[in-house]
């Protein structure tokens, strides 16, 4: 379902999504390797290409501790990118292409009915049930976590007053940091967890008054 996108991670980590392998460093701050070029702290640039082979736990390890310290060199070679080879690849395999992407839109297809089956599904109903259990006023509303995350920090309290698009609350998911907004203006008026809670797609985090 997935586009055409990889990332490197910039520090040592267990990594996320599909792992294709592990490097040895792409960021050095100290600058003690020579192949950090023109006093730039990544190693990566535009149209870079990176090859994986295998290797050991230990001789990764090795290398990693060595390239840090500027006693090991990734080998690096100069190349061409051709735009007319690309684009007579991308003609030679718009039959495979066209093949993967329809595969790709059926699976996106399915996954959306599927979202839309969970809202109607008993663990939505639990949630309605949880904001009438809440006593909610008729001009309040819940603001809701759209994810199942952590929460990292509250960044307002009860009793403040907001305008509509104000940054209220952080969650933490999988190492990313996401702001949920205000949907409106009005004033705290409870905070339904405390920071580093988990929470569950869909569960209310704070009560906005709408009248204020």
Request: charged share 25%; net charge negative.
């Amino acid at each position: 379902m997935g586009g055409v996108y990889m990332c490197i991670y910039g520090m040592d980590s267990p990594g996320g999504y599909q792992l294709v392998g592990r490097t040895l460093p792409i960021w050095n701050t100290y600058l003690r390797n020579p192949q950090f070029m023109n006093g730039k702290p990544w190693l990566l640039r535009f149209f870079d290409q990176v090859r994986f082979y295998p290797v050991s736990e230990e001789t990764l390890t090795q290398l990693r501790d060595a390239f840090r310290c500027g006693r090991h060199e990734i080998r690096m070679e100069e190349t061409v990118f051709d735009l007319g080879e690309y684009e007579r690849f991308l003609e030679e395999n718009a039959e495979a292409i066209a093949a993967f992407q329809s595969r790709q839109d059926d699976a996106y297809a399915q996954e959306i009915t599927l979202w839309s089956e969970e809202e109607r599904s008993p663990e939505a109903a639990v949630l309605a049930s949880m904001e009438q259990d809440m006593g909610l006023q008729e001009h309040e509303i819940t603001v809701c976590a759209d994810m199942t995350s952590s929460v990292w920090k509250f960044l307002v309290e009860p009793g403040q007053s907001i305008q509509s698009g104000e940054p209220l609350v952080i969650l933490e998911a999988m190492k990313m940091e996401f702001t949920i907004s205000a949907p409106c203006a009005g004033k705290i008026t409870r905070l339904q967890y405390k920071t580093g809670d988990l929470v569950s797609h869909g569960m209310p985090l704070l009560v906005i008054d709408t009248e204020e």
